[in-house]
């Protein structure tokens, strides 16, 4: 397949490590910002296939994973009351909320659907014009401007039963929070494409310059990563701190500008509360003023939210970085795609999930060294094949999978 074959060439890809190789001289810490990355990295090897020196972070690029619980139980306590029609992408019925999820509440009566886009919602909608219909608008830059137009046509077309969950976050707040944690080793990003490609790059350099930190943008293939990594090793090693596009097949310096004007319409930036993380400052997005009447949080006026998060689920530290998801005492255990405890451990983006479906199952002991995998051939069956029971039936449903 065009664009993607040529981006898992084993041949360029081991002229890509020796090069890395060839030029990393002390440790470095990376952090690849999306989920989308970081299966990507776990499914290949990519970080096995690295110099020791080279430590890959996992960010908190998952927005299933950092949507807040509260919000979450706001959407299983909405998504419950006679006359709703709650819609979603498919990544979130499975997302624990406190004590249920979204696929409960359909076992229990409610009338939840799993939905391709916001805009099948609002057909929805128009269908039955005697019910409220919700769409639970989760995600980062990518997916937030087709929710922001299809709030724009519903206002347009007088749809007044359909409205939206907000919890949008945005990237490069989010990295600014990292580095200013005191518990940061982050040295150098990977940005996420998809992002850059709606929104360009004018929020990175500022970010690169006060914390001095290599930003580069990266896709999600294995050359692309490979290609992530070399480009930020180099700028490490010569002790350089800038914005590089490394995805310019998908991304331009100024983005989307037809997306970003129509987040600018139906948006105002906001605070914005990050599960297992925090309220982040100036880091999501909520309706603005001339849509406020579309805001499902206001309209259905959910109060009395008893959140409570299972204090074995060390998600917010798998999210922040500090901990890989093995390193978790209930990974694998207490916590399984089948019996999530967080949502990093069913969201199809979730770290937990990529290492339990790619057999990181426990924790190398320093007398194993097990042999690097190999470059996957395109086409060939992956060395980090599922681990047992790790099935598509038992894993999140890929239906209606959002995007970020």
């Known amino acids: 397949m065009k664009y993607i074959d040529e981006f898992q060439d084993p041949e360029l890809a081991r002229r890509l490590l020796d090069e890395i190789h060839a030029t990393v001289t002390r440790p470095w810490a990376l952090m690849e910002v999306c989920g989308g990355q970081t299966h990507s990295i776990i499914r290949h090897g990519i970080d096995q296939l690295l110099p020791d020196e080279i430590e890959l972070i996992h960010g908190p690029g998952c927005p299933v994973c950092v949507t807040p619980l509260e919000v979450i139980d706001k959407a299983l306590e909405i998504a419950s009351r006679p006359g709703v029609i709650f819609c979603s992408f498919g990544d979130m019925l499975r997302v624990p909320g406190t004590g249920r999820d979204l696929f409960q509440v359909r076992g229990q009566g409610g009338d939840v659907r799993v939905v391709y886009s916001p805009l099948d919602a609002l057909r929805i909608a128009e269908r039955n014009p005697e019910r409220e219909v919700v769409f639970f608008g989760i995600g980062f830059e990518t997916t937030a401007p087709p929710n922001a137009m299809t709030v724009h046509q519903a206002r347009k077309l007088g749809i007044r039963n359909f409205s939206l969950l907000v919890s949008h976050v945005r990237v490069p707040p989010a990295i600014e929070a990292i ?206 094949a599922p681990a047992p029971g790790a099935t598509s039936s038992n894993l999140p449903p890929l239906e209606g999978s959002s995007v970020v």
């Open 179 to 384: 580095m200013r944690s005191p518990d940061c080793r982050v040295q150098g990003f990977l940005a996420a494409g998809h992002v850059c490609s709606v929104m360009g790059l004018a929020e990175y350099p500022e970010l690169a310059a006060r914390y001095r930190v290599p930003i580069v943008v990266t896709g999600f293939e294995p050359l692309d990563i490979l290609e992530g990594v070399r480009r930020t090793v180099l700028q490490l090693e010569r002790g350089e701190h800038t914005v590089d596009n490394a995805y310019p097949r998908a991304v331009q310096d100024e983005g989307n500008p037809a997306a970003k004007a129509m987040l600018d319409d139906v948006f105002d930036v906001t605070d914005r509360a990050w599960r297992g993380i925090g309220v982040i400052p100036d880091s999501g997005w909520r309706l603005s003023e001339r849509y406020r009447d579309y805001d499902a949080e206001i309209r259905f006026s959910v109060e009395g939210i008893d959140t409570r998060e299972p204090a074995e689920c060390r998600s917010g530290e798998v999210l922040q970085g500090l901990l890989k998801p093995h390193e978790c005492e209930a990974f694998g255990t207490l916590c399984t795609p089948r019996s999530p405890l967080g949502a990093t451990m069913v969201s199809s983006e979730g770290a937990c999930a990529a290492y339990y479906l790619y057999r990181r199952l426990d924790l190398a002991s320093p007398e194993r060294q097990d042999p690097a995998p190999s470059v996957p051939t395109p086409g060939a069956p992956s060395s980090n």
